[in-house]
């Protein structure tokens, strides 16, 4: 029976809008007060617990934490429901609260950040150094402190709203939920019967989430939309503070310049001790998903073998350490054969999106004007773009093919990346380099890409491995909601997707996948944040 669309949307608004709400609610509630401690305990155990939860958030896609929590809290532990919204008020906000830890999970992570380096921008400014020197109280520091951060904070909280949008539909999705989310991915698939049409992904035979944009800001680039006189928000490495912190307001603030070195030298040494074995870590495991991703196209055959007479077997059984799944496909090889779809996609994203930051961004802040005017205008409409509702439509008219699918995330990346590119070449613009290349008539091509392009690459490389993460977060969510990768074909979020059913019998054939996505995201992201650290501290940036 066919109704209106206007019918449709009307039944499925409430439970999306509660979702909504509780995501807002629990994310708001949670992660500002912990970056505000954070913030004021640098270098404490409290700030490393922050800054894990952090990482965990920024790196987890929506669909693996679903998958994580309906395992543990629905089946292992039945606390909440695994699926459905419930009848009534009260059961329905039941059912609700474990989609809404999940969804509430990426978005907190981004805002206790943003909270973290707003409130350290705040106690290393000069209001509280005077503050102190005229003896206030610590209440009274705090205050203004807090009051200082308050607009960045409340300007983050509102930001975020937006970034819910685009991950109900997962949400959604795995938890079953009547909401219009799920309703735009069922007519994605009456329009596309046929899942997965288009070109192999490399190393297969034959889909991503970014829940807005979580790219910490780097150190040294303005905020996004920032005027010209903003201060650029420097996110902390975790370092202890030389002022003090709002503890004993008023003492370790170095009195001359060489003890202020001194100090920041400390802090230093005991900030690379905590981080040092991190990125030997993350770099070793990063070196093993290379290996596996060039050796996935050769797994492919052994991996994709079906042997029903073996299904469903659990894992640690003789010869098959992870199980197999219902048509009897070896768990262990059939990730280790996705290794290759689910990675070299999202290098290929990160690098196409700065090539196109690299050439737009360098030009709008260079040339200004009209030029850097229309710029700014498309790159604004690009961003009001939600990645999920784009990509259903996109995988509707064109086909979910897998280089469709990169194709289209590298042109919804690039605007973030053109911003923070044009910040950079604004920042160099005036540098007495760039006079003297003028005075001397070079053209302004050369100008920009052979004089300043060099001199804010350390940003270009930073910024690259954190999209390489985000990327990496994207293309696997679209995977899981069908787009990008045919049914079958080894891929990590497809994987997850097509082992739901034999969740009971075999949760290694999802618990694994979805593990492995967040350790690759973390990782990216140590690496990156440590390079951003060590290219502070030689003064590149």
Not at 251 to 261: H, K, L, M, N, W
Not at 517 to 528: E, P, S
Request: net charge neutral.
């Amino acid at each position: 029976m066919q109704r209106p669309v206007s019918q449709v949307l009307a039944d499925r608004s409430s439970v999306t809008i509660i979702l909504i709400v509780l995501s807002f609610v629990i994310a708001v509630v949670s992660s500002i007060p912990l970056g505000i401690l954070s913030a004021t305990r640098r270098g404490s155990a409290l700030d490393r617990f922050a800054s894990a939860v952090t990482l965990t958030g920024l790196s987890a896609p929506s669909f693996a934490l679903a998958i994580v929590g309906i395992y543990l809290f629905a089946m292992l532990l039945p606390i909440f429901p695994a699926y459905g919204a419930g009848s009534g008020i009260w059961d329905q906000l039941y059912h609700l609260i474990l989609p809404s830890i999940v969804l509430a999970a990426g978005i907190g992570a981004i805002l206790m950040r943003m909270t973290r380096a707003a409130v350290i921008r705040e106690l290393d400014g000069d209001a509280i150094t005077f503050a102190r020197a005229r003896g206030l109280s610590q209440q009274v520091v705090q205050r203004i402190a807090l009051r200082g951060a308050l607009i960045p904070i409340v300007t983050s909280a509102g930001l975020i709203l937006t970034f819910i949008i685009g991950g109900t539909i997962i949400v959604e999705t795995v938890f079953a939920l009547p909401g219009i989310g799920q309703a735009a991915r069922r007519v994605r698939a009456v329009q596309r019967p046929a899942d997965g049409a288009g070109p192999d992904p490399p190393g297969g035979r034959g889909d991503r989430h970014r829940d807005g944009d979580r790219r910490p800001q780097l150190s040294g680039v303005r905020s996004p939309g920032a005027g010209e006189g903003a201060e650029p928000m420097t996110l902390e490495n975790g370092a202890p503070p030389i002022d003090g912190g709002f503890e004993n307001p008023g003492q370790g603030v170095p009195s001359t310049p060489t003890e202020r070195i001194a100090a920041v030298g400390r802090a230093r040494t005991q900030s690379l001790k905590h981080r040092s074995w991190t990125v030997i870590v993350s770099a070793v495991f990063l070196v093993l998903v290379v290996i596996t991703a060039i050796a996935s196209p050769f797994l492919q055959t052994a991996a994709t073998a079906q042997h029903i007479m073996d299904a469903t077997l659990p894992p640690g059984t003789i010869g098959h350490p992870l199980g197999t799944d219902e048509l009897g496909r070896d768990v262990l090889l059939f990730t280790l054969a996705g290794t290759g779809s689910a990675t070299v996609g999202p290098v290929v994203i990160a690098a196409g999106s700065m090539v196109l930051a690299i050439i737009f961004g360098t030009v709008a802040g260079y040339l200004r004007g009209t030029t850097d005017w229309v710029i700014g205008r498309v790159v604004d409409i690009l961003l009001s773009l939600p990645v999920m509702l784009v990509a259903l439509v996109v995988a509707g008219v064109f086909g979910a093919g897998y280089w469709v699918t990169v194709v289209m995330l590298i042109f919804l990346f690039c605007p973030s990346d053109i911003r923070i590119v044009r910040a950079g070449v604004t920042e160099q613009a005036p540098r007495p380099y760039v006079e003297a290349a003028q005075m001397l008539s070079l053209s302004p091509a050369k100008i920009m890409y052979r004089h300043i392009v060099p001199n804010v690459w350390p940003l270009i490389v930073t910024n690259f491995l954190l999209n390489v993460a985000i990327a990496l977060v994207t293309l696997s969510s679209l995977s899981f909601l069908g787009i990008g990768v045919a049914p079958g074909t080894p891929d990590w979020g497809r994987q997850i997707s097509d082992g739901q059913n034999i969740m009971s019998e075999n949760p290694a054939m999802l618990i694994v996948p979805a593990l492995l996505i967040v350790l690759v995201a973390m990782a990216v992201n140590v690496l990156g944040d440590w390079l951003d650290d060590t290219l502070r501290e030689r003064g590149l940036q």
